[in-house]
């Protein structure tokens, strides 16, 4: 695993993942709440979540795996022409419910 993965792990468990998960908390306790698990994927190398995230349902996890890639992305090197990031999202049987990818191709023009 790369550095660049190691440090998104490492930001994602410190800071949290995003807005969705402060929303979720607030929501009251009887709301039933499914547990997702966001893959990380990035050219190959690929980062599996053991934690998970308890969401209210598959918009939910939809929207947490789009607002994933953004901070993925910006910890891209500034020198690769070509790189792919996705975050899939599976549930707790194991199964992927959604997958977001993001891809960068830099070409230099006359």
């Not at 053991?50 to 947490?64: F, N, P, S, T, Y």
């Not at 795996?65 to 996705?86: C, E, F, N």
Request: glycine share 8%; proline share 1%; with cysteine.
């Amino acid at each position: 695993m790369n550095g660049r993965m190691e440090g998104w792990k490492a930001r994602n468990q410190m800071f949290g993942r995003s807005a969705v998960m402060s929303i979720n908390a607030r929501r009251s306790e009887d709301i039933s709440m499914a547990r997702y698990f966001f893959d990380v994927t990035s050219d190959g190398d690929l980062i599996q979540d053991e934690e998970g995230d308890e969401l209210d349902g598959l918009q939910a996890a939809r929207a947490e795996a789009i607002a994933i890639l953004p901070g993925l992305a910006r910890d891209l090197k500034t020198d690769v022409d070509q790189h792919t990031l996705a975050v899939t999202a599976r549930d707790v049987t194991g199964k992927s419910v959604f997958r977001a990818k993001l891809s960068l191709n830099c070409v230099w023009l006359e």
